[in-house]
């Protein structure tokens, strides 16, 4: 239930001017805090790995440079080598030898007919040079060395063959040239110029560098990525709310009011012997805001948080869990004040000593970061370890529960604090809603829901008014509860199966009439008051996929928290009314797995009362908690059955007498309900007073007792 929306005004702190600026400068320190969480988790092989290819990526490049720079300074010397303006010449008529010495030697001292200078681009910046030297007849052929190169240039320049030098391109030449420089290349294989042996090396030591960038580039983009997805501190800018915008809760607030205050006054605190480590347990149902608390208050502290699910530290590997773990501490160390979030921890409060291993393994981490004995440093980070666990059904590591100082118990909210909440996130939408809602209806069926179920539902009224191109009215979010609370529906899998309905119909009225009688005893016979009180909102023969129904009955949770036994066995009765109803019209044979559910919720509930409260006990004692199977669930003695077969067989005869007696108006219902395919409540009460009234007025048409 985080709210975490990265705010519109991401450069908030800039001005207009400068916020390319300082979004430019933002974004790299973003990044770089991103490149150093995640070097700060590795293992030091990997550290090891990239600091070496990190280091090698500029040797590459610095070596491959001082190469290019040496080559280019060689094929600059091999231009000025024809910057006379010579006749490109080639005499492939004489004879070509090998020349011994060096090609200046033999030019200064010899005399020089034409000196030929081919030569053949091997890459940007470096060349291959042969020197043709025609003295008496025949052609002296020379590879001259990078000095001996660098020297003839500069004779070229002013010595008397300068006149005689010609620049020829060896891919000018026909093929019989070709061939006879193809010798020559032979015969100058091992006395190449080191320019030319290096080329190969420049090139491969570039193309090694940017291979190594990319590769690194990639390698930490691909970490960074998965890293990311659950591990990941979220700025405290970048947390969309306050706590202002949790409505009620003001108990859970001044909790947190207190942690804030402990944290901010740590140091006074410390004198008053006051100096644990800051271990927060939130606790609680699922969607009462453990979250979005967190959330807000590490911006009312301006720290960093890392949200992070406890589900995904159980990899099913030895150590696996305990291995993030360690990650998670190395990355909080590294940023030392800031709050680290484990939601969905309530595996990791069970007692240890499971039969899997890693589950240990985790635990013990958890339990040796969360200990008392830490650094300075350490203290500042605050934990917070959410969960829905549940003190009554299960229980919690004793050592686990030592670690924290400070409790933060959740909770459903109350009638004022729904009502206060749908308001709320109605004003964000104000200008949709129309006015003046009347939202008691909605407050009242929405009992013993979470604050995140009170927001989909004004967000599905949203969608639904969308849709249909009209305001969120009261009926609006009736529809949008319905469909939240009670799933998607449909008429296609009954429309066409004329038995089901009926059936469905009849099993249905059962559970309605159940409730009807009793609270018509209640109110007194008043209609308003059996309207007000009851908990059935509507009757339905649609389909509901959530639970495999056939037809369902939509009504409000009840607002006693605590049962007497009347009440247990009044719902009871209600959920027998179904299978009931179904003997009296169409026999015992006649009945249908349809009561599968409610025959498993009428168990439970005889369970509870007998096994568990010592319900039709001469002594009220818990037998069931003195026998375990091992699996968590409680053994059943005969006592126990035997008692709770007796009063589901008492109570099955009660509701049956009951439903025998509105046999008639069941029928009357059924069918009403079959032609309109559903009914509302008041729809139903209306239907009821207009048949009671019509039996009334036959019966005194007939002479006959007005019916009780």
């Known amino acids: 239930m985080s709210d975490l929306s990265v705010s519109s005004t991401s450069a908030a702190g800039f001005g207009e ?55 280019a300074a060689v094929a600059e010397q091999v231009r000025a080598m024809a910057a006379a303006d010579g006749i490109a010449a080639f005499d492939d008529k004489q004879p070509v030898v090998f020349g011994s010495g060096s090609v200046l030697s033999f030019v200064q001292n010899n005399p020089v007919d034409r000196i030929t200078v081919i030569y053949k681009p091997l890459m940007w910046n470096v060349s291959e040079r042969f020197v043709l030297v025609s003295s008496g007849g025949k052609q002296y052929a020379y590879y001259p060395s990078d000095m001996e190169t660098k020297i003839f240039a500069d004779k070229a320049v002013s010595a008397p063959w300068s006149g005689k030098l010609s620049f020829v391109p060896r891919s000018d030449l026909n093929a019989t040239s070709l061939q006879m420089l193809d010798r020559l290349d032979q015969g100058f294989a091992n006395a190449r110029p080191q320019s030319e042996k290096d080329a190969w090396k420049a090139g491969v030591s570039g193309v090694l560098s940017a291979a190594l960038t990319l590769g690194l580039l990639g390698f930490l983009a691909f970490q960074l990525k998965g890293q990311f997805k659950s591990l990941k501190f979220i700025e405290p800018s970048h947390v969309h709310g306050s706590l202002t915008d949790l409505v009620g809760m003001d108990d859970i607030k001044s909790e947190v009011a207190q942690i804030k205050d402990q944290y901010m006054r740590r140091a006074e605190y410390a004198e008053y012997g006051i100096n644990k480590p800051f271990n927060v347990m939130f606790s609680g149902p699922a969607g009462t805001g453990k979250t979005k608390l967190a959330s807000y208050l590490a911006k009312e502290l301006n720290l960093p948080i890392l949200f992070h699910s406890a589900v995904n530290l159980e990899t099913g590997y030895v150590g696996g869990g305990a291995n993030t773990l360690g990650r998670i501490v190395a990355m909080a160390k590294r940023r030392k004040r800031c709050i680290v979030f484990l939601d969905e921890a309530q595996d990791l409060f069970m007692k240890r000593g499971g039969h899997r291993k890693f589950d240990d393994d985790t635990q013990n981490m958890l339990l040796a970061v969360l200990d008392g004995v830490r650094t300075k440093s350490d203290a500042e980070i605050i934990w917070i370890v959410a969960s829905n666990f549940n003190s009554e059904q299960m229980q919690m590591d004793e050592a686990m529960l030592r670690r924290f100082q400070m409790k933060v118990d959740f909770r459903l909210p109350n009638r004022e604090e729904r009502l206060a909440i749908i308001q709320h996130y109605l004003s964000q939408r104000a200008d949709k809603v129309l006015p003046d809602l009347d939202l008691r209806h909605l407050v009242e069926i929405t009992e013993g829901r979470s604050p995140a179920d009170l927001e989909t539902i004004v967000n599905q009224a949203g969608i639904t008014a969308v849709q249909a191109g009209i305001m969120i009215g009261a009926d609006t979010l009736m529809q949008a509860a319905e469909r939240v609370l009670v799933g998607n529906v449909n008429t296609n899998t009954t429309k066409e199966r004329e038995r089901d309905r009926r059936v469905i119909a009849i099993h249905e009225w059962g559970h309605f009439l159940v409730d009807f009688e009793q609270e018509r005893r209640k109110a007194g016979g008043s209609w308003d008051g059996i309207l007000a009180e009851m908990k059935t909102l509507k009757i339905s023969l649609k389909a509901n996929p959530r639970n495999n129904a056939l037809g369902f009955v939509f009504h409000k949770q009840g607002a006693n928290l605590l049962k007497t036994k009347s009440d247990i066995e009044h719902d009871v009765r209600v959920l027998l009314g179904g299978m009931a109803n179904e003997e009296l019209f169409f026999g015992e044979e006649g009945t249908t797995n349809g009561a599968h559910n409610d025959i498993t919720r009428v168990t439970k509930l005889l369970h509870h009362a007998v096994g568990e409260m010592g319900m039709y006990r001469k002594t009220r004692l818990n037998f069931g908690a003195l026998h375990n199977d091992g699996h968590g669930g409680k053994s059943l003695d005969e006592e126990t059955r035997s008692i709770m077969e007796a009063q589901s067989e008492r109570l099955y005869g009660e509701t049956k007498a009951l439903l025998a007696r509105l046999k008639p108006l069941t029928e009357h219902l059924a069918g009403k309900l079959m032609d309109a395919g559903e009914m509302s409540l008041r729809e139903a009460l209306h239907e009821i007073r207009s048949f009671e009234a019509a039996c009334y007025t036959f019966n005194s048409k007939v002479g006959l007792a007005p019916a009780a």
């Open 17 to 71: 001017d400068e916020q390319p600026n300082g979004g430019l400068w933002l974004s790299i320190k973003k990044a770089a805090s991103r490149v150093s969480d995640w070097f700060v988790i590795q293992s030091n092989a990997v550290k090891l790995l990239v600091i070496a290819v990190a280091l090698m990526i500029p040797a590459t490049g610095i070596y491959s440079f001082v190469l290019w720079q040496k080559q």
